[in-house]
């Protein structure tokens, strides 16, 4: 069964970091999707992703994070310079095709931890 | 905005009890509605979901839910609990028709004592 993958499944930063979380959506997909859960607290939706381009994004989503869909294949999350507050895990979500756009199907997750 | 609550934060159970974790909505028209699942350490996994129709909708795992208009709820049954049901359980919803983003509830963890 086709399945969203995330790498690495855990990382830890220093503060002032920088990483980028990488996600391979299933291979027909067409929107892609970052949520974020900290730790004990509800899964948030941070931005949505179609078309090469981000369709919608939470206040959560600032200046500090962007998305890019590199090749073919790739979704990634950037955080430019983490802070405590970003340590949380992240979920890589995909949906699709066409017609069938509702139905989100998760990643397992990147556990990011800053120090 | 839409909004979804689940108002029992922690559920215990005995195994083969039954099972019915409450999920309301507040949302302009009726969204569609989904249930994950969460095991610790784990991803989000898909139980079942509803976009129109038949109003008891099932899922995966012996899990169903009923939709309830007029309660705006879509509450996730199981009629006998397994020890392996023990996880974080999610309702969900998104606007209808569209690609938008799941607004999730808070989250009921469910224990399940032998």
């Known amino acids: 069964e086709p399945e969203v993958t995330q790498t690495p499944s855990h990382q830890v930063t220093q503060m002032g970091q920088e990483v980028i979380l990488r996600c391979v959506p299933i291979?027909?997909?067409?929107?892609f999707y970052w949520y974020r859960q900290i730790l004990g607290q509800k899964v948030e939706f941070l931005v949505s992703?179609?078309?090469?381009?981000?369709?919608?994004k939470s206040e959560i989503f600032d200046d500090q994070f962007s998305v890019e869909r590199p090749d073919g294949s790739n979704f990634t999350l950037k955080i430019r310079s983490t802070k405590l507050e970003d340590s949380a895990m992240y979920f890589c979500?995909?949906?699709?095709?066409?017609?069938?756009?509702?139905?989100?199907?998760f990643g397992q997750g990147t556990r990011l931890t800053v120090v | 905005a839409q909004s979804v609550t689940q108002p029992d934060i922690h559920i215990t159970v005995s195994e083969g009890a039954s099972l019915e974790l409450r999920c309301n909505y507040s949302?302009?028209?009726?969204?569609?509605l989904f249930w994950y699942v969460q095991s610790p350490g784990q991803g989000l996994q898909l139980l079942l979901k509803?976009?129109?129709?038949?109003?008891l909708v099932q899922g995966i795992k012996g899990f169903e839910a009923e939709f309830k208009r007029s309660q705006s709820s879509f509450n996730l049954r199981k009629p006998s609990v397994h020890w392996s049901d023990a996880a974080e359980y999610f309702c969900a919803v998104v606007r209808t028709g569209t690609a938008s983003k799941l607004t999730f509830g808070t989250g009921t963890r469910l224990q399940v004592t032998l």
């Open positions: 949302y302009g028209a009726t969204p569609y």
């Open positions: 992703f179609y078309n090469n381009e981000i369709s919608e």
């Open positions: 979500a995909s949906s699709g095709p066409r017609g069938r756009a509702t139905e989100a199907f």
């Open positions: 291979s027909n997909h067409l929107y």
């Open positions: 509803y976009f129109s129709g038949d109003t």
